[in-house]
């Protein structure tokens, strides 16, 4: 199984346009690399792709990556997408995906009904191509393709829908997927705000983990004056701290740790800061637009 990192960072990318915070100003400066809004491509065999999640950057994450580019005619490797939210980070990309002859979407009703009734960016979608909903139920094995499954879990969040969706189950989900061929397994869980004993039971064992890294500190955005929640009060466990996930995560036994979904704020963005090494440290990676990852 490879696993393509298409975008590393949080909504708004990193420098966000409308932030002149540390971290965003030395990437203008060229002190760090820049990156998308978070997204995956995964395959079983390089030939068929699933996304999970389609940012607003999806058109130029999928120029950036010859895997996905089309063939001769419009025929193009994307199989199917994959949304662990209806968070509009993770959904507006469905509609530069317009120009698709079909669509298929792997959502839990949850996600779709606020895609509908909500955003509505499904009712706007489908005016342009056929879309194709393939429910998604935590806990139920799902086949996608040459061997290729997927497990949902999910992922309880206290962070305010905007969209004002009903649901207690399914608003917010992770993936744990598997290759039958060579049993490797990875998790992708971009949003996670506590490590319940529920979600560590997902994670435990798996050979790649690429969690959340929104911030580094529980109070980073307070500290910087950019806003007046913590990170854990908008839905995000925190990296650093006796309890934050970089503490937490050793005893899972994962193969492989790598951050992603990092806000524009997040020091460990920067390669030359003291997070950045502390959390190198413990052996623990910080994603980059184009990492390749093999489980």
């Known amino acids: 199984m490879l696993l393509r990192v298409l975008g590393s960072a949080a909504g708004g990318g990193s420098p966000q346009w409308n932030c002149g915070c540390p971290v965003c100003a030395a990437v203008r400066s060229r002190a760090g690399a820049a990156r998308t809004q978070s997204s995956v491509a995964v395959s079983a065999d390089r030939r068929r792709w699933f996304l999970v999640n389609a940012s607003p950057d999806v058109r130029s994450q999928i120029e950036a990556f010859p895997g996905l580019h089309p063939h001769d005619d419009r025929t193009t490797p994307l199989e199917a997408v994959l949304l662990t939210d209806a968070e509009l980070d993770h959904t507006l990309g469905l509609l530069l995906l317009r120009e698709a002859r079909a669509l298929r979407l792997y959502a839990t009703p949850a996600v ?23 429910a998604v139920t935590p806990g139920a094995d799902l086949a996608l393709a040459d061997g290729l499954s997927c497990r949902a879990f999910d992922v309880p969040t206290s962070k305010h829908d905007r969209f004002g969706a009903r649901a207690d189950h399914g608003r917010v989900v992770g993936y744990r997927l598997t290759d039958q061929r ?41 500290r910087l004056g950019l806003a007046g929640r913590t990170s854990r009060e908008m839905g995000h466990l925190p990296i650093d701290g006796p309890d934050g996930s970089l503490a937490q995560l050793p005893s899972l036994g ?9 806000n524009n704020t997040n020091p460990v963005l920067l390669e030359d800061a003291p997070e950045r090494r502390t959390l190198e440290k413990s052996g623990a990676e910080v994603a980059t637009d184009g990492l390749e990852v093999r489980v």
């Open 182 to 222: 060579s049993g490797g397994t990875l998790v992708y869980l971009p949003g996670v705000q506590s490590l319940t004993p529920a979600l560590r039971v997902e994670i435990e064992g798996c050979g790649c983990l690429l969690i959340d890294g929104t911030c580094w500190r529980d109070d980073e955005l307070v």
């Open 112 to 134: 779709c009904e606020t895609l509908c009734a909500g955003s509505g960016i499904l009712r706007t979608l489908e005016r342009y191509c056929p879309v194709e909903w393939r």
């Open 254 to 262: 994962v193969g492989r740790t790598i951050y992603v979904h990092m």
